[in-house]
């Protein structure tokens, strides 16, 4: 036998090919396939969840609610039942507007911080933050900010958000065993991308509930108008913009245009007479502010 | 959300990095090792183990080669994706080539800087080094061994 070692060709063992190509077509096709996936999962749970009755929420939510309440963070005194109880009176004064359930119960609470927050959880339990009741400048657009956060109460996106969040990581659970934690990465990933559009569709159902509300109640949905004006001014302080696509709420502007297309729709006067807000809750908000931040200094020091 | 955005910018930024910074340095290591297979082309090795009938006087050593080569985010992304769907993982055959070549090269080198032209019975042992912490491999090292026939003068 005659060994040699000649030349030879280049392509056997690795491929020419352009990787971008295959990177292209994978990651349309996972992409694609997660997001339908997540959607058409998303959308059997949303069905599904109307049928969990609302004394299932209440018995899941109390643990959480007390445990909030009695967070250090919260500070909350007997003094500042003062304007949970408002808030309260206010929601039970709009909900017979609302058409809810009747085993539907509203309950309010008011959170001494100041983060510029409102959030509706399971058991019908609502939290507003002061950070935000102080910025509102009338009764009107509390009345508006209550109704909206109602109205995912009503439309129980509560329960469908947390059903949807634990499925999905259910689906991690399984997969996050058989492979990499890249793969379960991709995975959130895409799914949140595509959670996030049915926040925004939840997001804006509350607002129309929301709108319709003002109306009925104040024969005037100025309220609304009041309401996004503050978000978006506060909107425009934030450090980073969101894009579109990628941020659980509408954008600011497009929830004011709904509120000037369902008034004309439906011939509702955009303007009205605003009523404020107590002088006495106004006071209260003011110094429990100061005493926080008198606190924080306190603490600082 | 902002921290999402910023994770995939992350990501992009990554993924771009590694795909620039990768395909350089792999078409500059096959040019180099085109030129070098050509330069060492007169060192032989074969895989068999027996020696030809004129060789067996010759006194023998081993001499072996090895590399480690890393593999980039962007390959791993893609090896990420094909463990999904399935299918040729071009993205580390062309590395393994590279380092498969390299080795064999390396250990040609020391065959020729001992003054031999001949290397019997070699062998490459391929091993995945640094897996992280998912489990992708990090680098991938490649032996290549064989015994070299010194020329005595």
Redesign the interface.
């Known amino acids: 036998?005659k060994?040699?070692?000649p030349?030879i060709p280049?392509g056997i063992?690795?491929?020419e090919?352009n990787?971008?190509k295959?990177?292209a077509l994978?990651?349309t096709?996972?992409f694609t396939f997660i997001i339908a996936l997540v959607f058409l999962l998303g959308s059997i749970l949303d069905w599904s969840s109307q049928f969990i009755p609302f004394s299932y929420e209440q018995e899941i939510a109390q643990p959480f609610v007390d445990e909030f309440l009695n967070d250090d963070m919260s500070k909350l005194t007997s003094d500042s039942d003062l304007v949970a109880s408002y808030l309260q009176k206010l929601a039970d004064n709009i909900t017979p507007f609302m058409s809810l359930e009747e085993d539907v119960e509203i309950t309010l609470h008011y959170v001494n911080q100041g983060t510029v927050n409102g959030m509706a959880t399971l058991g019908g339990n609502i939290f507003i933050f002061r950070g935000l009741l102080e910025k509102l400048p009338s009764e009107n657009a509390l009345v508006m900010l209550l109704a909206h956060e109602i109205a995912h109460v009503k439309l129980r996106h509560p329960v469908k958000s947390l059903s949807k969040g634990v499925l999905i990581s259910l689906i991690f659970a399984v997969v996050s065993g058989q492979?990499?934690?890249?793969?379960t990465g991709?995975l959130s990933?895409t799914s949140?991308l595509a959670f996030?559009g049915f926040s925004r569709t939840q997001e804006q159902d509350a607002d129309n509930e929301a709108i319709q509300l003002s109306q009925k109640y104040y024969q005037h949905t100025q309220g609304a108008n009041e309401l996004f004006k503050v978000l978006l001014a506060e909107s425009k302080q934030?450090?980073?913009e969101?894009?579109a696509l990628?941020?659980?709420h509408p954008e600011v502007l497009e929830r004011i245009n709904a509120v000037k297309a369902l008034s004309q729709a439906n011939n509702w006067t955009q303007q009205g007479e605003l009523i404020l807000v107590p002088s006495n809750i106004v006071e209260r908000l003011v110094q429990d502010k100061l005493a926080q931040e008198s606190e924080e200094n306190i603490q600082d020091n | 959300m902002e921290q999402f955005q910023f994770q995939i910018v992350i990501g992009l930024v990554l993924l771009l990095l590694g795909y620039f910074f990768g395909r350089y340095f792999e078409k500059k290591h096959f040019q180099s090792i085109v030129k070098r297979e050509a330069e060492l082309a007169n060192v032989l090795v074969i895989a068999s183990k027996h020696t030809t009938a004129s060789d067996s006087n010759k006194p023998g050593m081993m001499v072996t080669g090895s590399v480690v080569i890393s593999v980039d985010y962007f390959k791993r992304f893609l090896a990420m994706l094909r463990s999904i769907f399935g299918g040729r993982l071009t993205s580390y055959e062309t590395l393994l080539d590279r380092a498969r070549r390299e080795a064999i090269l390396r250990m040609k080198q020391e065959a020729r800087a001992m003054n031999a032209d001949r290397i019997f019975n070699i062998k490459l042992e391929t091993a995945s080094i640094s897996k992280n912490a998912s489990g992708n491999i990090g680098s991938v090292e490649v032996l290549a061994y064989g015994t070299a026939l010194i020329n005595v003068p």
Request: proline letters at 3%.
């Open positions: 036998m060994y040699s070692n030349k280049e063992n690795s491929s090919e990787p971008l295959e990177f994978l990651t096709g996972a492979s990499n934690s890249d793969v991709l990933g949140q996030l934030a450090n980073i969101t894009i990628l941020s659980s």
